[in-house]
């Protein structure tokens, strides 16, 4: 009886240790969004907007003024006026930071770790508020816009891609609610993921364990660029993965970027030279300021610190000069 009850009691532990963390979460406070600006479909009649139910691949932000509302046609014009945020009280992570990405413009964001650069992705999709400043979206500070419409003009590839206990088709399929089996496989071969998915044993319905663990980490990394593909939105948040991918790989990945990021604006925390050097502008954050920005060509022959970056980054192996 007594090797029993050490048992029960190991379990009990274990139960009372999973209670505080399912309880923390019911707590959690829902997020608040009191948001008024929303995403609709729209059409041109007579050289007007005008909003319209179907699906048209044109949005714009409906704006209501009282009675009133006003059309503005989603772009992808990001602006920062003097940011600033801190995820504590008395600790400011960003100081005054000024940026603007036209629609179609590819910034390119680097700095040392802990500069802020994550950050800067989490304060435009809203995962946190600023503590003062603004950031406007086509115009519109996006504390106006609701959350839900916000995240979905969003298409975000982060350094490690979240994948779920479900079946390929299913995952690339949350990037755009509701897609069908032929929208979701387009997105799939855009992305490159066609021909390992065709190894699959059950193909685009095989289940890929838990967080993707049947995949390689490229093969992760397509699914999400498939998800933000099928999206299909005018931002792209990219967060380049550090972790280095042999060379086949990283070629497909590339691949498979460039055809998501044709005509979109883009804000990408570059990891890789030839990502940085493909942009229209770089932006080098430290201790969270702009501490210079401009286009590759300008920085270099600047001599400061983006200059120093690479000729630094050169030597060790983290990027790569292909
Ligand atoms: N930070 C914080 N609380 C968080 C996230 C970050 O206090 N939940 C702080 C970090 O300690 C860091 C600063 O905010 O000092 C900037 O973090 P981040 O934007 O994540 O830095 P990155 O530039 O993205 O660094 P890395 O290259 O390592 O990803
Ligand atoms: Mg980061």
Redesign the pocket.
């Known amino acids: 009886p007594l090797v029993n009850m050490s048992q029960q009691f190991n379990s009990i532990l274990a139960a009372l240790a999973g209670a505080e963390r399912i309880f923390a979460l019911i707590d959690e406070k829902p997020e608040v969004d009191d948001g008024i600006v929303t995403l609709v479909n729209v059409e041109e009649v007579d050289g007007q907007l005008v909003e319209c139910e179907q699906r048209t691949n044109r949005w714009a932000w409906k704006h209501p003024h009282g009675n009133e509302f006003t059309l503005v046609e989603m772009k992808g014009d990001v602006r920062f006026h003097d940011v600033v945020f801190?995820?504590?009280e008395n600790?400011t992570?960003l100081k005054n930071i000024n940026l603007f990405a036209k629609p179609g413009q590819k910034i390119a964001f680097v700095?040392?770790?802990?500069?802020?650069?994550?950050?800067?992705t989490?304060l435009i999709n809203r995962f946190y508020d600023i503590n003062k400043g603004s950031i406007t979206y086509d115009g519109i500070d996006i504390k106006l816009i609701k959350k839900d419409d916000l995240r979905t003009s969003l298409a975000m590839v982060l350094?490690d891609t979240h994948l779920f206990t479900a079946t390929v088709m299913e995952n690339i399929r949350l990037g755009k609610r509701g897609a069908t089996d032929e929208e979701v496989r387009a997105a799939a071969k855009a992305a490159n993921c066609d021909e390992f998915v065709h190894r699959l044993p059950q193909g685009y319905n095989t289940p890929i364990g838990e967080n993707g663990a049947k995949l390689s980490g490229g093969e992760r990394q397509r699914i999400s660029i498939a998800r933000a593909l099928l999206k299909d939105a005018p931002i792209v948040l990219l967060?380049e993965a550090t972790a280095s991918l042999d060379v086949e790989n990283e070629t497909k990945v590339q691949g498979a970027l460039s055809r998501l990021l044709v005509g979109k604006t883009v804000l990408v925390?570059a990891h890789r030279m030839r990502t940085v050097e493909a942009a229209d502008k770089i932006i080098v954050?430290a201790d969270?300021r702009v501490a210079e920005e401009g286009t590759p060509a300008e920085l270099m022959n600047k001599n400061g610190l983006y200059h120093r970056m690479v000729d630094l980054q050169r030597q060790s192996a983290g990027w790569r000069l292909n």
Do not use: P, R
Request: aromatic share 4%.
């Open positions: 801190g995820y504590e600790h992570v700095g040392s770790t802990g500069a802020g650069k994550t950050t800067i989490n350094q967060d925390i954050l969270g």
